[in-house]
């Protein structure tokens, strides 16, 4: 018997526990407020998500996911910022505040909902495809790659800052009235909007693992151990690269849309190059090389700063620092690493053992 | 017979230095061709050249009648050219069968493959090339901890998967056991009646044993060439190469 933790199918039925135990969850919890702040912990594991398929597939780290995830979030607070205005009232006040009588192009795609949603998540995915083309055909990697990443995204950052007329500046968008999907409004303080998140999170993770199995994620694993033997090969790194990068952003930016759905306000925070780098320092923690330890490692690290953070203030950031740490040097592969280990010493024993039992070892949630 | 590659007055320079100057060769289809020479002789900059992996200061490559002058690598991979590095390049933290199934190669759009989970023809050629590598056993294992002799094979397998028109195989018996070697012989051999292979090597016992044509190189251009016997009686071949050999 082989290393449970390679098994297709135990991989498959601890996805399916980990999400059986999410859907438990409103069912158990009343408290509306927490509720929402667990649905944002699930848009957190959707980014944590998009950065284990692009880094930990592709190998290509990003330290700028904040532009696709930013811009996600920016074109959905626009869409439910336009839902608010009326035919009496068509101005968003951001722009009559700051001398602009007249709604510019750049929000006119907003006006209406459905192709207000459809820029808010084809802008960045276009983004993705446009930026990581150029770069991955100059051949851009590595530690290149992400600083090129991290210059991109603190341009947006200053663009959307200094474009107060257009973005509301460093005040940001704040919709009056939550999303509203036909007649139906979605109201992010109640199990609805954990609902939105959840089946999110769960198709996004499935279609990401289908990914990773099939024969195109097979060659961006190739990609990431040695990119150059795979041109010998007959495949066109490049675009395999500009690809999963792609995929990787529209996610972020799918994580950009529920996020503002569920807060109702959007900033130039949310480019923060500090954001972008935790999303990664998440999928480090958790082990990047498995969605499903990306996302739980989302969860530790933001559930740990909402309660530990807020009872130890700044100590907060030095035992995450230290912990960061600890895991990089000791477990390169992140939290999801001890349970390969865990599995594979079961493995080993009911080997050596002559147990008659055919599958020794519970399915852990593994990768 | 039109030759299966043809490289026309082939220059590589870096800076001021000439690498290759003015290399001219045609491997006929069908043919072994080994390509010998002493170190710093430019072998593997014609293979990096022929490969697209640096591309000629100036002269024509054509492969098959199309002018792969200039091209991406995974263009002329596609067009039929696979190789073997040096360094034996596999992709170590993979597992042996994804090795394999990652070379065979024969859909590479990424579109297509994002909807791919069975790839028809893959099980036979596979367990095909495994018995022929001797890795059946070591399937399952990642790449990373095979010997060296495994990893060759492994990479000569990897470059079987892709069933080339032309194979380049660049010091594919380096580090190998005399069983191995002759293994490796028996299966050039064998490999010659199907498709074209152009090896490198060192080793003169093993170019006696496969060679149809040998070609020596010396400083970036061609001192001779001819069957092994023509080239081991030639006395300039002997100067700059075999002789040095022997001296060693």
Sequence with gaps: MGNLYYNKTAQWIAYAAFFAALAIIPMRIDDDFLLNQLATYGVYGLLALSISLCWGFGGILNLGQGIAFGLGAYGMAMTMQMQSQTVENPIPPIMLNNGLDYLPYLWWPFQNTASGLIFALGIPTLFCAVFGRIMFKARVSGAFFAIMTLAMLSAFYTIILDQQAYTGGVNGITPPSPLRLGSFEIDPYSSVGYWVVFFALLIATVVAKLITQSSFGLVTQAIRDDAERVRFLGYSVSGYETVIYSISGFIAAIAGCLWVMLVQYVSPAQLDVGFSISMVIWAAIGGRMSLIGSIIGAFVIQGGQSYLGDAFLSTWLLFLGGFFILVVRFLPNGLASLVEAGLGLIATKSKTATSHEPNGAKPFPAE | ?248
């Excluded at chain 2, 001819?226 to 081991?232: L, R, S, Y």
């Design chain 2, 1 to 248: 017979m039109a030759g299966l590659l043809e490289i026309h007055h082939l220059c590589k320079s870096f800076d001021t230095i000439k690498v290759i100057d003015d290399f001219s060769l045609e491997v006929v289809e069908g043919t072994l061709c080994c390509l010998v020479g002493p170190n710093g002789a430019g072998k593997t900059t014609t293979m990096d050249l022929i490969t697209g992996r640096i591309k000629p200061t100036s002269g024509k490559l054509v492969f098959a009648g199309e002018d792969i002058t200039g091209q991406d690598e995974h263009v002329i991979a596609r067009a039929g050219i696979g190789r073997k590095f040096q360094v034996p390049a596999v992709l170590r933290d993979l597992t042996v069968r994804q090795n394999l199934t990652v070379a065979f190669s024969r859909q590479t759009n990424p579109f297509f493959n994002l909807l791919r989970f069975n790839v028809p023809g893959l099980k036979d050629k596979l367990d095909e090339i495994a018995t022929l590598a001797g890795l059946t056993h070591r399937l399952d294992e990642r790449a990373g901890i095979l010997s060296h002799g495994e990893t060759q094979w492994l990479e000569i397998g990897m470059v079987l998967m892709q069933s080339p028109r032309l194979m380049l195989m660049d010091e594919p018996i380096a580090g190998m056991t005399e069983g191995e070697i002759e293994k490796t012989a028996r299966i050039f051999k064998e490999l010659r009646k199907s498709t074209t292979l152009i090896v490198v090597e060192h080793d003169m016992g093993f170019v006696r044993e496969i060679a149809d044509v040998v070609t020596v190189m010396h400083m970036g251009s061609l001192l001779a060439q001819g069957t092994i016997q023509q080239i081991e009686s030639d006395p300039r071949v002997r100067d700059v190469y075999l002789g040095e050999q022997e001296a060693a």
